[in-house]
């Protein structure tokens, strides 16, 4: 265990659908992260917070609506989703920007 | 943009054997950092080099940084069949907060 949990760890949704992904860290740190990943593709950042602040967006469609009411959660909106969107969606956290990330086990999204 | 790319994408190789992966990245760093996903999990973090350190060890593992030609390689010595994963290399470039990583690769150790 990293220290990083992550719910669901399997979501299948419908593209009308709204649902939440929701992250947990219990290592005390000051970043967290949401990342995607597709087959095929290198890991996407997508957005990024430090101490509850976004300081990082990667030019995520608006359907994707990220929340941190403070430094140990972090949540992933969804709302009509297209299935490209389907992928494997990771969270972490780290100290601060430059160092170790730990990373959660990830949510498997399978948007129909 | 992406700042790291691993070669090989895959690589098979017999139990025992070393396993050898290189790293190629683009801009100036303030360290680069090895990780390890096993097949629809998360990345575990397996180390990590600054850009004034020029080799380090963990274990098994051993990863050089070459700043000069912008490189970086991980050794995974005696290889074993739990070590079948996907390694990836992970940049962050100078006065950035974030990783940046790479495509990866895709290790197989044949028992």
């Known amino acids: 265990e990293t220290g990083v949990t992550q719910t669901p760890r399997h979501l299948v949704m419908g593209m009308t659908n709204k649902k939440s992904l929701k992250c947990e860290q219990h290592l005390g740190h000051n970043a967290m992260y949401w990342y995607k990943q597709s087959a095929k593709k290198p890991l996407e950042l997508m957005f990024v917070y430090n101490f509850k602040e976004q300081t990082e967006n990667n030019s995520v469609p608006s359907r994707f609506s990220p929340e941190c009411p403070n430094s140990s959660h972090l949540f992933l909106h969804l709302h009509t989703l297209q299935p490209e969107d389907s992928a494997l969606y990771l969270c972490a956290s780290s100290q601060d920007g430059q160092e170790t990330q730990y990373f959660g086990p990830g949510t498997r999204l399978l948007v129909l | ?111």
Request: hydrophobic share 30%.
């Open chain 2, 1 to 111: 943009s992406q700042q790291g790319e691993e070669d090989p994408q895959a690589l098979s190789i017999q139990e025992g054997e070393n396993a050898t992966m290189n790293c190629s990245y683009k801009t100036s760093i303030n360290n680069l950092q090895w990780y390890r996903q096993n097949s629809g999990r998360g990345l575990v973090h397996l180390i990590l080099i600054r850009s004034n350190e020029r080799e380090k060890h963990s274990g098994r593992l051993r990863v050089t940084l070459d700043t000069s030609k912008k490189s970086s390689s991980l050794l995974i010595t005696a290889s074993r069949a739990a070590d079948t994963a996907s390694y990836f290399c992970a940049t962050v470039p100078g006065g950035a907060q974030k990783l940046v990583f790479g495509q990866g690769t895709r290790l197989t150790i044949n028992p």
